[in-house]
Nanobody, 125 residues
C-alpha cells in the first residue's frame, strides 16, 4: 500500500507563490506517474498536472500552464507542485495521486490508485 500526504498549503495573496509537497510512504513511487488535482467548493475535482516516473515528462492543464511546475525527487519519495502567480481561482483543496499501472500519469482521475487527503490552498485578492 502507498500512503500519500500533501503539505504546504495555506493562505496567500494573488500573485504570490506556494510550493506543495506530496510525500509517499509504505512503498516507493519512483516508478509511478504522479498527478495533482484540485477541487474548489461546489465544483468538480479538476486535473492540474502530472509528472512521469523519471520526471522526464510533464503535462499541465491549460489553466495553470506557464505558472505551475511539477517536479519530483525519487530519492525522497516526493513530488512537488510549485505554484507561481497565484490567482483567486486557484483556490481549492489540492490532492496528489499515484498511478501504479503506468509510469506516466494521466489527466483522468479514475486512472489513479492512491490519493492523499488533500491540502487547502486559499488565494485572496
Amino acid at each position: 500500500q502507498v500512503q500519500l500526504v500533501e503539505s504546504g498549503g495555506g493562505l496567500v495573496q494573488a500573485g504570490d507563490s506556494l510550493k506543495l509537497s506530496c510525500t509517499a510512504s509504505g512503498r516507493t513511487v519512483s516508478s509511478y506517474g504522479v498527478g495533482w488535482f484540485r477541487q474548489a467548493p461546489g465544483k468538480d475535482r479538476e486535473f492540474v498536472g502530472t509528472i512521469s516516473w523519471n520526471g522526464g515528462s510533464t503535462l499541465y492543464a491549460d489553466s495553470v500552464k506557464g505558472r505551475f511546475t511539477i517536479s519530483r525527487d525519487n530519492a525522497k519519495n516526493a513530488v512537488y507542485l510549485l505554484m507561481n502567480s497565484l490567482k483567486v481561482e486557484d483556490t481549492g483543496v489540492y490532492y496528489c495521486a499515484a498511478d501504479s499501472r503506468t509510469g506516466y500519469g494521466t489527466a483522468w482521475a479514475d486512472e489513479y490508485d492512491y490519493w492523499g487527503q488533500g491540502t487547502q490552498v486559499t488565494v485572496s485578492s
